[in-house]
């Protein structure tokens, strides 16, 4: 058996699209186990017990289950921003965990207000242990950050707004 790191990422992202809410895959010493959990506690469980390279076989699903879908609601303001029909969204290419900065403490990439061009570093994405550096597509000025630091996010979601200059 053999898979790469984007055939799982893809298999990954396909599972995360649907309402399965568990998978275990097991062939010989390799087992994957994917599980989503409630998407009010905001929690994503990813586990492989080996890194054998392995092709992926005929797959068994476990339970399951209806899950209500996470509305994109913007985090709590003191004055509501005035969205526009020009302002362009940066958002997730994958699922994971969004962070504002390289590490604790740090300053963050991006803050409301600030002027960044095309290609500017404006967040990262955690997946699988992997930091997934976010760049922007548009020069312009941030104008709202949806996401929360560490919070997780889902491939699409919009992570902030920017005004193109």
């Excluded at 985090?75 to 969205?83: G, L, M």
């Excluded at 590490?103 to 994405?125: K, M, Q, T």
């Amino acid at each position: 058996m053999s898979i790469d790191f984007i055939q799982l990422q893809e298999f990954i992202e396909a599972i995360a699209k649907t309402d399965i809410t568990e998978l275990a895959i097991k062939e010989g010493d390799f087992e994957l186990t994917l599980q989503k959990t409630n998407l009010h506690t905001s929690n994503t469980t990813y586990t492989i017990s080996q890194p054998t390279p392995v092709a992926i076989p005929a797959v068994e699903i476990t339970k399951p289950v209806e899950i209500e879908a996470k509305p994109n609601i913007p985090p709590e303001k003191s004055a509501p921003v005035k969205k526009t029909d020009n302002w362009v969204e940066i958002t997730s290419p994958m699922v994971g965990t969004f962070y504002r900065a390289s590490a604790p403490g740090e300053a963050p990439f991006v803050e409301v207000g600030d002027r960044n061009s095309n290609g500017h570093l404006v967040c990262i994405i955690e997946a699988m242990k992997l930091m997934n550096e976010i760049e922007a597509e548009v020069s312009g000025q941030v104008m709202e950050i949806v996401v929360e630091n560490g919070e997780p996010v889902e491939y699409g979601q919009t992570l902030l707004w920017v005004a193109p200059s």
